[in-house]
């Protein structure tokens, strides 16, 4: 039965009790305060169908925002699914980009400048000019200065006066002629880049009067995503969006704001109430994704910080397996971290063994160095492994290969089934139903290949080759990846979004969590937040560890376990309950975690990178929470 036909109220069903708050308040400013893994994405996606089906919205007059085009066309799927496809559901730039391209003819002439796909070849043309010798690690550090200052509304003599950190072994005076010259270049040759999209339209709007009755004409309701990421920059341009209108509903989780380095505030999401007085607020608190051993670590380390959640426990999914087993290890010390990823791999490959898929195990990490001896264990072990966060699926050239190749087939499609159809192709591009042996090239084109074979069992009977191939095209736009049957590596970072049945979390060790430049109270809070996130990816299995001794020559200096393990102490060690109300027993801690905390670590701030700007891939599979 659809929707439709049984109702909007048929919408509320099956959401829990503040769920359904939060579904059921249409109106007004609503602010929905969301825990890892309590469904916030479900609370939202039939909070806008519920407005839908009873007539309160019209569809194409509601915008849900989010922060990458992967969340977007997630959103978009649920919606439809929920009938209410018509809703808009986009990223801040793509909506600012087509109310530019709309609007620039008119109001300035001409065609919108291209948008850059990147800021590190006119960065190098900028430093050419100038005479300086700037290297790519520096030019990535300038490129993510750019995005900072332009997404916290700064010019570049306030940028300057707010004393950053210099990229490299740069001036500040260097550094102020090379954003300017960027700058001077980008309009030379008639080109803008993301975060000038966003300024533009906001310009545009807020000096454009009937640029800004037609825009808000068009979108009344607003929903945002993933609020505790919004930037100053965003946040002006919702306002612009708005007018003086309250219809705005925002969800974020305060914990899992990791993205300060790319300017985003978790204030507007904390301070929600005091900016819209009268807010409907709403906490969802109830945990559907992990056991109660993770939550409580996840608790514990959060417990006392500015906007935390308190999760709870609900009816644990059924995940097969023994429950009583261990939950969250004791932190595992290693002597170093080659000895560390080969424990891991021996505890991935019994796991594989005992009947695991690979795709239900991530083994997440700091910054993506750490990834190299992850590597060379799997390998070494035979098991198959994708790295999140590295290039993008849908951009591999034998994917691409392939989409093209079933294209061209289905133009000439006889009436054979799917799957004959597809292996077809797909054979002739190098599949084979068995995996060739080790790894290397050949194994990774097949795994890719045997990616796009998997996708045919999720169709609906009588699926045609044509109508498969538009959804390889509708994935691909979306950037909705298959499922790889393989373990994955990700940093912390891009593991946002993602949640594995089991998770092993490596490199625990001060100067890595939290990271060396880590200096403020503020930097190190964040570091806590990040370990959160990977804490909370973890649906039934957590596993710690930590290396002594790095394997960089003339590195020779002992590491010391993260001070965060010992905060963790009573939660691991701890049996998976089968039930919320059933007793759990805490193990003694490993004496590695016992190690003071210090809330004011003193370190070297390194070059920014380290806090991994470049592998920000929030695009990644996400799911609630």
Known sequence: ????????????????????????????????????????????????????????????????????????????????????????????????????????????????????????????????????????????????????????????????????????????????????????????????????????????????????????????????????????????????????????????????????????????????????PGATVVRLEQNYRSTPAVIDAANRLMRGRSGALTLRPAELPSHGGDLSEVAVSEPAAYEDDRAEARAVAEQIAAELAAGAKPEHIAALYRINVQAAALEQALGDRGISYQIRGSKRFFDLPEVRQAVMSLRAASLVATEEPLFRSVSDVLRSLGWSVQPPEGRGAVRERWESLNAIMGLVDEQPPGQTLRGFTDELHARQAGQHEPTMSAVTLATLHAAKGLEWPSVYLVGLSEGLVPISYASTFEQVDEERRLLYVGITRARRRLRLSWAARGNQPGRPSLRQPSRFLAELRPAVGRPAAAHPAAAAHPAAAHPAAAHPAAAHPEAPRPDVTAADPGNRTRGAAATSG
């Open 1 to 276: 039965m659809t929707a439709e036909a049984s109702g909007p109220d048929a919408l509320l069903a099956g959401l829990d009790a503040q769920q359904r708050v939060a579904a059921e308040a249409l109106f007004g400013p609503v602010c929905i305060l969301a825990g890892a893994g309590t469904g916030k994405t479900r609370a939202i996606t039939h909070r806008i169908a519920y407005g839908v089906a009873s007539g309160a919205y019209a569809p194409n007059r509601v915008m849900a925002l989010t922060f990458t085009a992967r969340a977007a066309a997630e959103l978009r799927g649920r919606l439809r699914q929920l009938g209410a496809g018509g809703v808009s559901a986009r990223t801040f730039h793509s909506a600012a980009l087509a109310q530019l391209n709309y609007f620039w003819p008119q109001v300035v002439g001409g065609q919108l400048p291209s948008v850059l796909d990147g800021k590190g070849r006119i960065l190098g043309h900028a430093a050419e000019s100038l005479k300086l010798k700037v290297d790519t690690a520096t030019l990535r550090d300038l490129a993510a200065e750019i995005e900072w200052r332009k997404v916290s509304g700064l010019g570049i003599d306030q940028y300057t006066a707010a004393g950053r950190p210099t990229p490299g072994s740069l001036s500040a005076e260097q550094v102020a002629d090379l954003l300017q010259r960027y700058e001077d270049l980008k309009d030379e040759r008639k080109q803008i880049d993301f975060e000038d999209v966003l300024l533009a339209c906001a310009g545009m709007i807020e000096s454009e009067p009937a640029v800004a009755m037609q825009v808000r004409e068009q979108y009344r309701f607003f929903v945002v995503d993933e609020y505790q990421d919004v930037s100053p920059l965003q946040h002006d341009l919702l306002g612009l969006w708005l007018g003086k209108r309250n219809d705005l509903c925002v969800v974020g989780d305060a914990s899992q704001t990791i993205y300060s380095f790319a300017g985003a505030r978790s204030d507007y999401l904390l301070g929600f109430e005091h900016e819209h």
